[in-house]
């Protein structure tokens, strides 16, 4: 699989973007070595020998989720789960009172 220049005008049109023909060509070189790149991954084989069968990656990855021991989750108390007028000296009808800058005046 490969792009065109003409796919990346259109996918820039979809999202509004405005490419110059420079940045065209960048792309669709860079686009083209990831998609490269992600052929010769899938080429890559994936089963694990074991001593009885063969396991697929995937399987193997699976099966060792379930030997890693997890922590309790529990949950601790919120820092700020505090009243609002414990952050601030002055706090009348919900609203922090602040002194005026002398600049204000």
Same mark, same amino acid.
């Given at each position: 699989? &490969? #792009?065109?220049e003409q796919? #990346?005008?259109?996918? %820039? +049109?979809?999202?509004r973007l !405005?490419?110059?023909?420079a940045?065209?060509e960048?792309l #669709?070189? !860079? =686009?083209?070595?990831i998609?490269?790149?992600?052929? #010769?991954?899938? %080429?890559?084989d994936?089963?694990?020998?074991d &001593?009885?069968? /063969?396991?697929? /990656?995937?399987?193997? =990855?699976? /099966?060792? %989720?379930? +030997?890693?021991?997890l922590? /309790?989750?529990?949950?601790?108390?919120?820092?700020? +789960?505090a009243?609002? +007028?414990?952050f601030?000296p002055?706090y009348?009808?919900?609203?922090?009172?602040?002194?005026?800058? &002398?600049?204000?005046?």
């Amino acid at each position: 699989m &490969s #792009v065109s220049e003409q796919d #990346v005008r259109h996918i %820039a +049109a979809l999202a509004r973007l !405005e490419l110059d023909d420079a940045r065209t060509e960048t792309l #669709v070189r !860079e =686009l083209n070595g990831i998609l490269a790149h992600m052929d #010769v991954l899938q %080429a890559v084989d994936m089963t694990i020998e074991d &001593s009885d069968k /063969a396991l697929d /990656a995937d399987t193997a =990855l699976d /099966a060792q %989720a379930d +030997a890693v021991l997890l922590r /309790a989750d529990i949950a601790s108390p919120l820092p700020l +789960a505090a009243e609002r +007028a414990s952050f601030a000296p002055n706090y009348e009808d919900g609203f922090f009172l602040v002194p005026r800058l &002398s600049t204000h005046e």
